[in-house]
Nanobody, 114 residues
Framework: QVELVESGGGLVQPGGSLRLSCIASGFTFSDYTMKWYRQAPGKEREFVAWVETTGTYRNYADSVRGRFTISRDNAKNTLYLQMNNLKPEDTAVYYC???????WGQGTQVTVSS
């Protein structure tokens, strides 16, 4: 059974940091490009970042480039998103995704507020 389980969200003040994790099971994690998306209240889900199978190549949405870092540990079947210098507009539910198979996690809430 395929599962993507996100964790690490929470409430943080502007300028703070969080690290999200996504643990994958039920498929060969190392074979797939992985992505992070987010969805803010009343808005459509939007792309945040992707990383290819080895972790060497990555790309980011303009809104997070320079503040967020996507990475993966294939030995642990885990995808990460390090988020620094968080802003209120980063508030959203964050999802990990396996685009080739359209697998999605349940999401983890990130709230940036003073």
């Amino acid at each position: 059974q395929v599962e993507l389980v996100e964790s690490g969200g929470g409430l943080v003040q502007p300028g703070g940091s969080l690290r999200l994790s996504c643990i994958a099971s039920g498929f060969t994690f190392s074979d797939y490009t992985m992505k992070w998306y987010r969805q803010a209240p009343g808005k459509e889900r939007e792309f945040v970042a992707w990383v290819e199978t080895t972790g060497t190549y990555r790309n980011y949405a303009d809104s997070v480039r320079g503040r967020f870092t996507i990475s993966r540990d294939n030995a642990k079947n885990t995808l990460y998103l390090q988020m620094n210098n968080l802003k209120p507009e980063d508030t959203a539910v964050y999802y990990c995704n396996t685009p080739a198979r359209n697998y999605w996690g349940q999401g983890t809430q990130v709230t940036v507020s003073s």
